[in-house]
């Protein structure tokens, strides 16, 4: 058990340290990147997205459960 303590311990020290870091420079390369990630309306894009998957996982199910009943 000894062993697998500092495993896991190394582990959430360097998630929290990756967690607390911050980009302070000015390379366009990386900034062209950010900004291509990011668009307007993207999270709106990724609400309406997951709404029609669920949505349709629905359609699915119901039709698949109305052919297993026949």
């Known amino acids: 058990m000894k062993f697998i ?17 911050t980009y302070e420079g000015d390379n366009p390369v990386i900034n062209d990147v950010i900004k291509s990630q990011n668009y307007e309306g993207e999270i709106e894009d990724l609400i309406v ?13 119901y039709i698949g459960n109305k052919k297993k009943k026949k």
């Open 49 to 61: 997205y997951a709404l029609v998957t669920i949505f349709l996982f629905f359609v699915v199910g």
């Open 5 to 21: 303590k500092k495993p896991i311990l190394l582990l959430f020290i360097s998630i929290s340290l990756a967690c607390n870091y």
